[in-house]
């Protein structure tokens, strides 16, 4: 049988332009929805940015724009897109946060399951982010890892939940718990040891949820 491999070449030349075509509109379009806080097509900037996660970044490279701005946008839509759900969400409220915004010293056991059991002793900024959740009503799990994640998942099954991690992190484990109302907050100091996050936004994104 004859196969026309100069046709399929050329399908497959229009189809990759194609879509390096779309790619880089919607970095435009995310790029001025991030830059003027204005979601223009959030749906489509979301799929076609997690479909092509390594060209968009690679487009970015090439025109030497700084490669977070991929995640940037991903976390910004997505938190716009579900701010509304989140907020009104009523019952298991999450809040996850990375074992490494614990401080140096901390004696705190893990949990197999749950992570990190916090003792409140007032070292680092989770025993403040502790107390809002309590009054806020998340419970809040501290995990050394994403597959944590999963296992507080089948266990406690929250109905939403706000996350804090690094841009490497961030983007794909909201697209992982797309499926329920989620908030993202990215480390401002990140790394694997004695990191920071702005402790303001999260509290104030707990304190804008129903109670």
């Given at each position: 049988m ?7 070449g050329?399908?497959f ?15 435009l ?7 003027q ?11 076609m ?7 968009s970044?690679?487009?970015?490279r ?13 976390i910004?839509?997505?938190?716009a ?9 009523k019952?298991?409220?999450a809040?996850?946060l ?18 990190y ?8 900024d ?8 309590d009054?806020?009503?998340?419970k ?9 994640v999963?296992?507080?998942f089948m266990?406690?099954?929250p ?10 992190e ?16 990215l ?7 004695n990191?920071?996050a ?11 949820c129903?109670?």
């Amino acid at each position: 049988m004859y196969i026309p491999y100069e046709f399929l070449g050329k399908i497959f030349i229009y189809l990759a332009l194609f879509a390096l075509a779309g790619t880089a509109f919607a970095l435009l379009i995310g790029a001025y929805s991030f830059k003027q806080r204005k979601i223009i097509f959030p749906s489509f900037v979301l799929f076609m940015l997690y479909l092509f996660y390594s060209p968009s970044k690679l487009l970015c490279r090439v025109f030497r724009i700084r490669e977070t701005l991929v995640d940037d946008i991903l976390i910004d839509v997505r938190n716009a897109l579900m701010l509304d759900r989140f907020v009104h969400t009523k019952e298991r409220r999450a809040v996850f946060l990375p074992q490494c915004m614990r401080h140096p010293e901390c004696k705190a056991r893990c949990d197999p399951v749950h992570g990190y059991e916090c003792k409140r002793c007032g070292k680092c900024d989770i025993s403040m982010i502790y107390e809002v959740a309590d009054r806020c009503n998340f419970k809040v799990f501290i995990i050394p890892g994403s597959s944590f994640v999963k296992k507080i998942f089948m266990k406690y099954r929250p109905q939403s939940c706000l996350g804090v991690a690094c841009y490497n992190e961030l983007a794909e484990d909201m697209q992982e718990v797309s499926f329920i109302p989620v908030q993202g907050v990215l480390l401002i100091r990140d790394g694997c040891f004695n990191t920071k996050a702005n402790v303001e936004e999260i509290i104030q994104k707990m304190e804008m949820c129903d109670v």
